[in-house]
């Protein structure tokens, strides 16, 4: 029996609009099957600050105990940011030139000389510093990915008063999450650790 012309395209088109909505649910279900693994995959953002907060406060601690005794003036203190697809970036500036003390009058230099080779040793010793602070520190960071990263970045201004010669110094220390989850606390590695770690001087 012959199927009539009308009926034949009312089947295609039946199955037309079949395949249609079998591929359309098929792309809404991969596509909210992508929503929620991005949306796993994403850290917390309240959680991700307060990891900031408390590395903040552990990292200020070891640059004011660094510069206690000497002429330095830590000019900005550390402050965090999370950036997505990135990581972690602190920052932190440093007059390395000489120290001012607050007066009711306004801010007085002091007059300790600060020579070059205080200014190398102090900067080396704060690097290694920072770098060990990274190293025993990782577990802060308990809302980043693996392939997360850390980044410190430290300016240091040599900053004196008009007429006078002055020049910068920017150190920037990167290492990813997964390093500091397998070497944490390892001082037995921390020769591996710096190796890993990606550190620029400018």
Known sequence: MKVPGYTRMILKSSVAVL?????LGFSILAHAAGKQENADSTPD?????DDIVKFEGVANGVISNTFSSSPFAIVQKVKGVYLQEYGLSFQFLI??????VNTPFGQIRTRRGVTLELKMQRIDELKEKLIQLLQNNGEIFQHLRKEDKVSIVA????RNFPGE?????????????KDLDELGHRTDRLKEFKQRMKIVEY
């Not at 007059?95 to 001012?100: E, G, K, L, R, S």
């Not at 300016?155 to 040599?158: A, T």
């Not at 010669?165 to 999450?177: D, E, L, Q, R």
């Open 19 to 23: 395949f249609l909505m079998s591929t």
């Open 45 to 49: 953002y309240l959680s991700t600050r």
């Open 95 to 100: 007059n390395i030139q000489t120290a001012v």
């Open 155 to 158: 300016f240091f201004e040599d």
């Open 165 to 177: 010669p002055s020049a910068n110094k920017t150190i920037i220390m990167t290492v990813m999450k």
